[in-house]
């Protein structure tokens, strides 16, 4: 009997587990579909769309038991019976409630998904839904759940879900992000472990070229590395996630700020289907976050603001991705009021972030990219959206841990662009191999832009530091050893060949180094928190011939530069 009890327990737990996977994607649907119908008013498929997932959500969570959710979606489906039968309009105010409703239903389902069986007071909600599902002065919604259809009993629901779930397990099979991550910390160590190998090979073939054995040797060495890279990108693929799990949230998000600040917004989506690592995408949120909530609240202006300048009432913003090689580009757009550079001078001036003889001859990009200086803010009051200066500051770091880039422009009266770019995947990473002096160091292909002969620039010094220019720009010149904490070069950095030209967004930075050892795909590892003090060092790798090397950052190599006043140089 125990032994019956166990499996039908063990049962249970699979069927609600689910239910709970095809109720998070109904419900992450919802919050868009309810935000679409608001300005769509008259699209019956929509509000059919809408009807059939609360709809299933209910007829589910009854078979379970789960009486709160039951209840719930039972009112906020005879809401959305009365809308789809044109018996109640679209308001706002319905779907202030319906959003509400979701926004409940989400707490109910983590609730189910920890397995606190706390009970929610809902009745003010229900009351709502109530009244709003009253057309005109008449009869409120039923308040009782229908008592025809009371909830089997677990034996009875076991045996339909079972079905249920039994059809849709034959095309997929959920795995734990545990076993993925483990699964892709062993495609590392494969990736080392082939680099190690073709390092060997290539020795082997130096001093025994055209011998039988070499050669078969290097053929088992190709298939190995091609079956190697094959893999890698199948595991990766089992990693990634489409963006639209990100952007889904936005509509709402724009919708209420949009309500709550009483302007007219409108939101676009483009390139949804575009994945990325989840890694990339559980960390990527909160930026496009405060990105979104500062279009809405510094670049959207008032429908009065906007009549009067000769535009639509009703601003758009535009959140779009692609693919660009091994990068994803994430462009954020808004038609609204731009930036007002001579403010953001000023205010970096009166900051002392910029002298007033460097504000005279910055570009328009440069003095658009000093809102991302930490604590920046041009904003005349606090609003519960923006005004602190903890927010663009916070998109740069947040985008630098990821080994992207984010990049802003703005035209005045015209609207704001900002482009983030990210590497598809934070485990793996192109890498240029560059010598200095004795040591080896990894430089992220993200982040180099071209490479020059010394001999082919001429040199200058200001304040006693090396700079050059390439084209339009002065660019400072730095030594990795010196700016690493490390021993200073043996040997003086002007006479060094080469030149890595290295930066992100408009920023540039110009690495002296003795030679280039080829690109290579690495494995990124983290370093402990007591070997990670440089801010210059983003983690450490294993070659082809067993010696751990550094990866540089180079978004940190400048902060440490600009620490030392040398970045004060890079102007036109």
């Not at 279009?295 to 009432?313: F, L, M, Q, T, V």
């Not at 998109?395 to 422009?409: A, K």
């Not at 290295?502 to 990124?524: N, S």
Request: with cysteine.
């Amino acid at each position: 009997m125990t032994k019956d009890v166990d499996i039908h327990l063990d049962e249970m737990k699979e069927i609600i587990s689910d239910f709970l996977v095809e109720a998070d994607e109904l419900v992450g649907s919802l919050d868009g579909n309810l935000v679409e119908l608001e300005s769509a008013p008259g699209d019956a498929s929509l509000i059919n769309e809408i009807f059939r997932a609360v709809h299933t959500i209910k007829g589910t969570s009854s078979f379970l038991g789960l009486s709160q959710i039951t209840e719930l979606t039972h009112r906020a489906e005879d809401v959305l019976n009365r809308l789809r039968k044109c018996e109640l309009p679209v308001t706002p105010e319905i779907m202030d409630v319906l959003l509400e409703s979701v926004d409940s239903l989400k707490g109910l389902l983590d609730d189910v998904r920890c397995g606190d069986g706390r009970v929610h007071d809902l009745s003010s909600l229900l009351t709502k839904l109530s009244a709003a599902g009253r057309p005109g002065d008449g009869p409120a919604l039923t308040a009782e759940i229908n008592a025809s259809s009371p909830l089997p009993e677990p034996e009875k629901h076991l045996e339909r879900m079972a079905g249920i779930t039994k059809s849709a397990g034959q095309k997929t099979i959920r795995v734990s992000v545990e076993r993925l991550d483990t699964l892709m910390n062993m495609m590392g160590e494969l990736v080392l472990g082939r680099n190690s190998l073709m390092q060997s090979v290539n020795e082997l073939n130096a001093c025994r070229a055209g011998d039988y054995d070499t050669e078969k040797l290097n053929q088992a060495t190709t298939a190995v590395s091609f079956i190697t890279s094959e893999l890698q990108m199948a595991v990766m693929k089992m990693r990634m996630q489409p963006i639209g799990r990100v952007f889904s949230k936005f509509p709402r998000l724009v919708r209420d700020l949009a309500r709550d600040h009483q302007k007219q917004v409108r939101l676009t989506l483009s390139g949804e289907s575009t994945e990325l690592d989840k890694s990339v995408i559980e960390q990527i949120n909160d930026p496009l976050v405060h990105i979104v909530r500062n279009s809405c609240d510094h670049g959207i202006e008032a429908p009065e603001e906007r009549s009067a300048r000769g535009k639509p009432p009703t601003g758009t913003i535009t959140l779009s991705a692609s693919q660009e090689g091994s990068y994803i580009l994430i462009r954020i757009d808004d038609d609204g009021r731009g930036l007002d550079t001579e403010a953001i001078a000023s205010k970096a001036v009166e900051r002392g972030l910029v002298s007033e003889a460097d504000r005279r001859v910055m570009s328009q990009s440069e003095i658009c990219n000093l809102v991302f200086e930490p604590g920046f803010s041009t904003a005349e009051k606090v609003t519960d959206i923006s005004g602190r200066g903890v927010g663009m500051d916070v998109v740069r770091t947040n985008i630098q841990r990821l080994n992207g880039t984010v990049e802003l422009s703005s035209r005045s009266g015209a609207g704001t662009t900002i482009i983030i770019k990210l590497p598809l995947t934070l485990a793996i990473i192109q890498g240029l191999l560059v010598q200095s002096d004795d040591d080896v160091f990894v430089l992220p292909m993200s982040s180099v832009h071209e490479t020059v002969k010394t001999a082919d620039v001429r040199v200058h010094y200001i304040s006693q530091r090396p700079v050059f220019r390439l084209r339009d720009s002065v660019i400072p010149i730095i030594g990795l050893q010196d700016s690493l904490g490390m021993q200073k070069s043996r040997i003086t950095m002007t006479e060094k060949p080469y030149i890595v030209v290295a930066g992100q967004a408009d920023k540039r930075l110009g690495i002296m180094v003795d030679g280039f050892l080829g690109q290579e795909e690495v494995v990124v590892k983290s370093l402990a928190t007591c070997l990670g003090g440089s801010s210059g060092v983003s983690g450490a790798t294993i070659l082809g011939d067993g010696r751990i090397r550094l990866i540089i950052d180079v978004g940190g190599l400048y902060a440490s530069a600009k620490r030392t006043n040398w970045m004060e140089l890079n102007q036109s």
